[in-house]
Each structure stands twice: as structure tokens, then as C-alpha cells.
């Protein structure tokens, strides 16, 4: 099965990436952003917030410091970012499986950094292309 790949040339053409990746987000989905610092996946949920209904989503910001910042919708979306954190023995302390098992939408940038701690629903990947250009890569997970 082939995976759409998007190329995307602008902040605004990423948020409506992630916008229309929000459409196919139902309650207990958990999406990991995977890609270099600057690539875009704090753009991105912006747009997912967008999607969501999120009152306010140009004011969806990097939790790199406090690792979660949660948002209402149509359905509560979680934005988890694992930058910092140094361990995997560290996730059991976060609580995550709080937010991971909820009816809500769980967003993880730097899913990558512990491989196979979450069951994906979708895992997203961000390559710089260029200065304003990123490749997009969408991959819907088995479940």
C-alpha cells in the first residue's frame, strides 16, 4: 500500500495538511510527528488543531518545557512533546497513559525518539526540503 507523500511550500499549506489530517481523527487516535527541528510538526498541529475546532489554534505552541499542552475541540486534543526527555524510564512518570487511553486526540513530536513505546495511529514525517519546502509523509497504521 503506497503512503501519500505531500509537498508542502508554506506554513499555511502545512496547517491545511493538518487539517485535513483532523477529518480522519476519532477519540483514542494517537499521532507521532517525526522530523528535524524546524520541520514543521508544531505548524502542523496547528492545522490539526484548526481541524478540531480548537478555539484558538494559532496560539498552539511547542510544549517542549512543561511536555504537554492540552486544547478542547470537538474532542480534547493533547499535544505531547518528547524533546526533552531523556529517558524512556521517564514516560511512566509523565502519566501518559492518561492521555493515550482517553477520548481524546494524543499528538506526540519526537515519537521517534522511543520506538515502539506508543501504538501509532498514524505517524507523520517531515523532511526539509528546502527553506519554505517540506515533504509530508502520512502513514495510516495497522491496528
Known amino acids: 500500500m503506497t503512503q501519500p507523500t505531500y509537498q508542502s511550500r508554506s506554513a499555511a499549506e502545512t496547517k491545511k495538511l493538518g487539517s485535513r489530517l483532523a477529518s480522519f481523527l476519532r477519540p483514542g487516535d494517537i499521532v507521532g510527528l517525526i522530523g528535524d527541528l524546524g520541520a514543521g510538526k508544531t505548524t502542523f498541529i496547528q492545522g490539526i488543531a484548526a481541524g478540531l475546532k480548537v478555539r484558538h489554534p494559532k496560539e498552539v505552541t511547542s510544549p517542549t518545557f512543561v511536555l504537554i499542552h492540552e486544547y478542547q475541540g470537538k ?65 495510516r497504521q495497522p491496528r
Open 75 to 139: 474532542m480534547p486534543l493533547y499535544h505531547i512533546d518528547l524533546y526533552r526527555l531523556g529517558t524512556a524510564a521517564l514516560l511512566d512518570s509523565l502519566g501518559l497513559e492518561e492521555y493515550l487511553q482517553s477520548q481524546g486526540v494524543s499528538v506526540i513530536e519526537w515519537a521517534d525518539k522511543f520506538p515502539g513505546a506508543f501504538r501509532l495511529t498514524y505517524e507523520v514525517r517531515f523532511v526539509i526540503l528546502g527553506k519554505n519546502v517540506r515533504s509530508i509523509q502520512m502513514i
